[in-house]
């Protein structure tokens, strides 16, 4: 089994991931509504853990199985070692599921988004350094003239494992007996291990961007060059802005915020450049992963007008633990990641099986946009609903008032929600099937 074949197994695992972190967020959404909805068997401190877990699950597995499928391309050089790749698959597929069988057992007993038990980690970390190896001895010693996805997704495999580890410094007494530290150390991990997983989805969209134009510059010049430095930055002080209400260093707090400001601006442009050279020379015509980068791009600058408002620190005040986080978290993760990996995967789709696509065009068209206008409402919903919230806490409303009056927006933001479910379903089936299909098929 070669590379193409290991990059496909990730991506199985992270679209199955990401089906089933789906119908959990939609079991979530209806619980704002009706909280007694399967209370005993599957109440939201469940749905919630395994929906997050699953939905970041699927980041992490789609952008590594993009990278195992682009790298060899990338690097004109072969993959390392197919077995180690096997190997990091066998133990992904083995922490999912542990993971998600501890959490319907209801044992929590990690940290917020990293819930699971902590020993679990050690393995996460061991199939990581796998990973890590795989991909350093694949690509060449030299970083002269490299390409910026190649730095990029070196950045984020070595921040993750940072970041990762980082996270679990509240097992150490130093750290769980001050809770100014422990909560800044937290943020700073976790804040920065986003920025460590869009290293490795950005870099995945400059390859295919460059595949998909033919223009080897764009990625060795100045501009792309510039974000990734900023990129950097970003993932290495932004996570300040996630710490307003700790009562820790302001410098901190102001760095961060300054530089929260720029990255998403910046790959905006890049993405805009590049839609406007695609439409200038009139490309090969890769329509559906192009269609994807545009509303990535929309997504893009919906979200950097929403953190920037939230990222004010008197207004962070009031939006801090309302659904208007939530928005901020949901809008990246679906209008820009989901966005940016599904432009991917249509890429790779396109090279294993050109009829298919031709004969889903219309189909994976409207399954595109009924997946952005549904996401608009449940993004706009989230937003209501925390506008609502901040004006009933300032009123001290009583707690029954408010929820009585958040009711309407929760209604559309559950009906929205499963519209969301079932675009991004009419979308994965059969991308799901065609890969399937691939692994099974005997040739490589
Ligand atoms: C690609 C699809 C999706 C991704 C990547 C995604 C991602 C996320 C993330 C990162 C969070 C954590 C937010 C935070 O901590 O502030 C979250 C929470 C949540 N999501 Fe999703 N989500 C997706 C689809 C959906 C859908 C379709 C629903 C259906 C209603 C949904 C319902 C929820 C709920 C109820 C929460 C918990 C919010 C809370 O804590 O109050 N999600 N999601």
Wanted: hydrophobic share 55%; net charge positive.
């Amino acid at each position: 089994m070669e590379h193409k074949k290991i990059g496909s197994l990730f991506i199985v695992l992270g679209l199955s991931s990401l089906l089933i972190g789906l119908f959990f967020g939609s079991i979530g959404g209806l619980q704002y509504l009706l909280p007694a909805f399967l209370k005993e068997q599957l109440a939201f401190q469940k749905t919630r853990p395994l929906h997050v877990y699953l939905v970041i699950n699927f980041i992490f597995s789609t952008a590594a199985g993009c990278i195992y499928y682009f790298l060899p391309a990338a690097t004109g050089r072969k993959l390392y070692s197919v077995k180690l790749g096997i190997g990091q698959f066998s133990l992904q597929l083995f922490i999912l599921l542990i993971i998600v069988s501890f959490f319907f057992a209801g044992k929590f007993s990690g940290r917020e988004y990293l819930e699971f038990p902590p020993w679990i980690s050690l393995i996460i970390l061991s199939s990581w350094i796998i990973f890590m190896i795989n991909f350093f001895k694949s690509i060449p010693l030299s970083f002269n003239h490299a390409p910026v996805y190649l730095w990029s997704w070196s950045t984020g495999l070595i921040f993750y494992f940072i970041t990762m580890t980082e996270a679990h410094l509240w097992l150490l007494p130093y750290f769980n007996n001050n809770i100014v530290r422990d909560l800044t150390v937290q943020w700073k991990a976790l804040g920065s291990m986003v920025g460590a997983w869009n290293m490795l989805v950005y870099g995945t969209s400059m390859f295919v961007m460059e595949s998909i134009s033919g223009d080897k510059t764009i990625n060795k010049s100045k501009t792309a060059f510039f974000f990734y430095f900023l990129g950097l930055t970003n993932l290495m002080f932004n996570w300040g802005h996630h710490t307003y209400i700790v009562p820790s260093s302001h410098i901190v707090k102001d760095v961060s915020f300054i530089i929260s400001m720029t990255e998403l601006l910046i790959l905006g442009k890049i993405i805009y450049n590049f839609r406007k050279s695609y439409i200038e020379a009139k490309l090969k015509y890769h329509h559906l992963p192009f269609r994807l980068l545009s509303f990535a791009d929309g997504w893009i600058f919906l979200n950097l007008v929403l953190a920037i408002i939230i990222s004010v620190p008197a207004i962070n005040l009031y939006t801090h633990g309302t659904h208007i986080t939530v928005a901020h978290a949901m809008g990246a993760t679906i209008g820009i990641n989901t966005m940016l990996l599904l432009g991917s995967v249509f890429f790779i789709l396109d090279e294993m099986n050109e009829s298919m696509m031709e004969r889903f065009k219309k189909y994976f068209g409207f399954a595109i946009v009924l997946l952005n206008i549904s996401l608009t409402i449940f993004w706009a919903s989230l937003i209501g609903s925390g506008i609502a919230k901040s004006i009933d806490l300032q009123q001290k409303n009583f707690f029954a008032v408010i929820m009585d009056q958040l009711k309407p927006y929760f209604a559309i933001f559950m009906g929205s929600g499963i519209l969301v479910m079932i675009a991004l379903f009419l979308i994965l089936i059969p991308i799901f099937k065609t890969f399937i299909h691939y692994i099974s098929a005997g040739k490589n």
